[in-house]
């Protein structure tokens, strides 16, 4: 086939076909295109303001070293205001997490950007390793999945910031969407699509990447010899998610689009009135003080299995309800510090509201 | 018969698959039996008078399933091409640019493989 030029530019030698258009685009063209529908997904949004401290959820992976290097730069070209941190999460997973951590380290140098990094270890007394000694290979990613979110509030409010982002980008969301369908997850399938989700006792999280392709993000950071760590997690090969990523695979090589439409379809959900009604309302953990459905947020469920030598059986609300049939957890358990938002993000008293 | 030295580069992981070795050097003749039936490979080559083709990106990934995979090659070949999720490039562009499979393999070619099936 002759060597093709660029839709955009007309001038350059296109190197990508975008699967989200089709479009044959050269190298600059690329880079300014990603970086720009970022931007406009950011401003779109309207995520930030001036000042706003902002934590980039870092792993070292493909997504959050393109997402660090992307912030940077859209900070700078288009004067965001923004101050930029890098907050990473070991779960204490030996080969995986401990290699990874390295490449965050060195975004750390190449970006110029604080970085904080916070352990399960130090934050509930378990690794990942020995969570999954305890609890098998089926539930263990119930078990990342709720410590990591956790622990990156945490770590926000440690380094006191108003933000949160991270790298999940168009595939993972359209993932999520068909996880939530498959599972009958109703809650998160309402959720689990918007840009950018604050609880009241939460600080707020986006995702710049929601409208962008993995395959763009890979090819963004190939072209830009950006550095990251590509490694399976070790425990992945058995997790649901899986199923869903291999049919979303082989639904894009059909049909490119496939993945956009999919989230563009999640957005249009909207639970109807009476299944809404047996939703959960949200209510605060009794023990460490984070966002619940119920009396104790799932961490703290989940941590009490741990300690108590039953984790499989907290995993789901039903096993749950059984468990505490049973009577109640001994004393002196290890439990979650207390979860304090930092004083600027705790949510206004009533009587200090003024007119302006 | 002639034969085409090429470069081949592999990220993302799959090196791991490829005695953790990212960058490779290859020879592979000019001219291939024209099918390549995934379990056939070897048996077609030995028959000279077997219909030929100039070899393309299709045949070198059996071919490198076949010669330079070390394990699970499940992760690498999927349905008779590459398993989706693992991005090919050809000569620094994209190979759907190139016409995928069917794109003809010159001298001095350089290839690469990046995967993008692990977390980011």
Not at chain 2, 39 to 66: C, H, I, M, Q, S
Request: hydrophobic share 35%.
């Amino acid at each position: 086939m002759p060597p093709r030029t660029c839709a955009l530019c007309s001038d350059a030698r296109a190197i990508l076909k975008r699967p989200k258009t089709g479009q044959q685009i050269c190298k600059e063209c690329f880079f300014y295109v990603f970086e720009t529908e970022v931007h406009n997904t950011i401003t779109e949004a309207q995520l930030f303001k001036r000042g706003d401290r902002v934590a980039i959820g870092a792993s070292g992976g493909k997504d959050s070293t393109v997402l660090a290097h992307v912030m940077k730069t859209l900070n700078d070209r288009y004067d965001y205001g923004l101050e930029l941190f890098l907050l990473s999460i070991d779960e204490g997973i030996t080969g995986y997490r401990d290699d990874s951590l390295e490449t965050v380290k060195r975004n750390q140098q190449q970006y110029a950007m604080p970085l904080k990094i916070l352990s399960y270890d130090e934050l509930y007394g378990w690794t990942m390793d020995a969570i999954v000694s305890q609890v098998g290979k089926k539930n263990n990613c119930t078990f990342c999945g709720v410590f990591r979110r956790q622990a990156l509030d945490r770590g926000a409010a440690i380094l006191n910031v108003d933000h949160i982002v991270t790298g999940h980008n168009a595939d993972d969301i359209a993932e999520t969407v068909l996880m939530n369908i498959m599972r009958g997850d109703i809650a998160r399938l309402g959720r689990c699509t918007s840009i950018c989700t604050q609880g009241e006792d939460t600080i707020k999280r986006s995702k710049p990447f929601k409208y962008a392709y993995e395959k763009e993000i890979v090819m963004y950071a190939y072209f830009k010899k950006l550095d990251y760590f590509s490694t399976e997690c070790i425990y992945s090969p058995d997790a649901y998610r899986g199923h869903a990523r291999v049919f979303l695979k082989d639904l894009e090589a059909a049909r490119p689009s496939a993945i956009i439409d999919i989230i563009h379809s999640g957005e249009a959900f909207e639970v109807k009135e009476d299944v809404k009604a047996t939703q959960k309302i949200q209510q605060t953990c009794k023990r460490c003080g984070y966002m619940s459905s119920n009396e104790l947020c799932k961490a703290c469920t989940l941590l009490e299995g741990l300690e108590r030598g039953l984790p499989n059986a907290v995993v789901t609300d039903r096993s749950r309800k059984r468990l505490d049939a049973q009577g109640p957890a001994p004393e002196n358990l290890r439990q979650i510090p207390l979860f304090k938002l930092p004083v600027k993000l705790q949510p206004k008293m009533a009587s200090a509201k003024t007119t302006s | 018969m002639s034969s085409l030295s090429l470069k081949i580069e592999f990220g993302g992981g799959l090196e791991l698959l490829f005695s953790n070795q990212r960058s490779h050097r290859v020879t592979i003749s000019a001219h291939v039996p024209t099918s390549t039936s995934e379990a056939g490979l070897t048996a077609k080559e030995r028959d000279a008078d077997a219909p030929t083709k100039p070899a393309d990106l299709a045949y070198l990934v059996f071919w490198l399933r076949d010669n330079l995979l070390k394990e699970r090659a499940e992760l690498f070949v999927e349905s008779g091409t590459v398993r989706p999720g693992i991005l090919v490039l050809i000569n620094d562009a994209d190979w759907e640019l190139e016409g995928e499979g069917e794109y003809e393999l010159k001298n001095g070619d350089e290839i690469v493989f990046i995967s993008t099936l692990h977390g980011g």
